[in-house]
């Protein structure tokens, strides 16, 4: 058995499949595990690993009563931070991600505590900020 982080960040997406699509192209990310809802629209779990880490995603399921979807325009309030091994890679993510759908919050600029730091919102409604050391 692989050992799993000691926290990944779980996802409620919408459509997932989609969701699975634009993480691989823009953010780079591997599936590493994918298990079909029983009503074959659905994604009832997938585990991508997104630089290094794990994040786990499914579509919303309200006729079971525990999650949801964003609603179109209404910001999901947790961030997902991504550390890169260098400042060049959040530009490179950040002109990827935003030419694929996602919504550039900060421009890559130089930040006072020593990265090169930005914010995207992808298309699903969940907002990645991007660091990567100046040095």
């Avoid at 779990?45 to 997104?50: D, P, R, T, Y």
Wanted: glycine content about 8%; hydrophobic content about 45%; overall charge negative.
């Amino acid at each position: 058995m692989t050992e799993r982080p000691k926290i990944a960040p779980y996802l409620t997406v919408s459509p997932g499949a989609a969701a699975i699509a634009w993480y691989v192209n823009a953010l780079g990310a591997k599936q590493k595990a994918y298990m079909p809802a029983l009503d074959g629209v659905r994604v009832m779990h997938c585990e991508l690993e997104i630089n290094g880490a794990a994040v786990m995603l499914a579509d919303g399921f309200p006729e079971l009563g525990q999650t949801r979807t964003p609603l179109p325009g209404e910001p999901v309030i947790a961030s997902i931070s991504v550390e890169f091994a260098s400042a060049q890679e959040v530009d490179d993510v950040f002109a990827k991600a935003t030419s694929l759908g996602a919504k550039g919050e900060a421009q890559p600029t130089n930040s006072f505590w020593g990265t090169r730091f930005a914010v995207i919102r992808d298309p699903f409604g969940h907002r990645w900020m991007l660091n990567g050391p100046l040095t």
